[in-house]
């Protein structure tokens, strides 16, 4: 790890009060993070020390040199550091990552009181970073890291994934009315069905709030069906009272968890989540009329997680439609309405073009789903 030059006064004060996170036995070369930085570590590492309190995101890759350098997959976890506590962890050589240890109140004294010997093989929290941390997790809180984080306290770029059935004898697999592993397969499609059905390992899939396919509520008219696929504020209404009842910016705190995952855990399925939870809130039109203070907090968090990521990183490639710029002119329009607060719609007018300087996002075009559509008439029907 680099050291970091910074005030002798400010290291001092940071010494006795940022927490310090120990790490042991850390292969060198290994990339490990802490929030928005990520090293390769050398042969003296054994930590961090100067943290600051609050919420933080450690992650790390193995990494293999023979024949070219390799790096394995990303893993990571959240956690909650106090002012002047010590968190110890070490190295599992077997998983590839670094694990929790338990350790006694008469160890962390020990610890503690040897922390100068161990300065020099423990490298400073990189503050030049810290500021865009915290914009990026200002709603995260330790009881919400407690229940999104997976029940394994690991978060993977990749999902950990076990067979449905397991079946490793032929015996297992005749049960089943399958073909024995080593039977000739006549066509791609049935090697494809011969492969196991897999599923997410218990434990290790991040608790995201389940968001209603069915967004209107049971026993609801034609009338209420078509109102609720328009405005998805009960569906919104439904995911906070269910999870976030006495506290519903939490959901907001759930967007920027989930906007870490992927953009510094590099786990996909976070971004889609952001995406279907974004789409959720900025499609709910009688929401943004009765919670001023929650969409006043959500232009906040939109415009430090957009300050991240490229222009044109939300454009599909197939399609060419940018769903941001869909999703936020939807938005956007119902913030127009005359019941809509009206610091809320200044602060509305002010994100909109700071977007449309920044990265000339155009706002204003009708979108293409409500553009006038050609239809053929059949042969011999004439309109007047």
Known sequence: MATVEMDQELAKKLFFEGGTLIILAVPEGTE????????QVGPKFKGVKMIPPGIHFMHCSAVNDRGGQVTGPRTGCFFHIRPREILVKRWDKREEEIIHVEVSE???????????????WLGPYPYETMKRWVSLTSLVTDPLVQRLQPESGKISAFSEVEPELIMPHTKDRAEQNLLPY?????SYEEGLARLPKMKIRPGTEIRFSKIPIRKYPEGASPAEITK???????????????RYPSNPKDILGELQFSFVCFLIGSVYDAFEHWKDLLHLLCHSEEAVRQRTDLYSTLIS?????????????????????????TTLQEFFSY???????KTLQKRVEKFKDHLT??????????????????????????LD
């Not at 802490?34 to 090293?39: H, Q």
């Not at 080593?182 to 006549?186: G, I, Q, R």
């Open 32 to 39: 490990f993070g802490i929030d928005y930085n990520c090293w």
């Open 106 to 120: 008469e160890e962390l004294d020990r610890i503690r009181e040897s922390l100068r010997d161990l300065d020099s």
């Open 182 to 186: 080593d039977t000739l397969c006549k």
């Open 228 to 242: 609720c696929n328009m405005d998805f504020s009960y569906a919104l209404d439904s995911v906070i009272s269910q």
């Open 301 to 325: 968090v939109l415009y430090h997680q957009l300050n991240q990521i490229p222009a044109d990183f939300f454009v599909d490639i197939v399609s060419k439609d940018n769903f941001l710029t």
């Open 335 to 341: 913030t127009c309405g005359p019941d809509v607060d």
């Open 357 to 382: 300087k920044k990265f000339k996002w155009d706002f204003d075009m009708e979108p293409d789903d409500y553009a006038p559509v050609m239809v053929e008439m059949p042969d011999g029907v004439v």
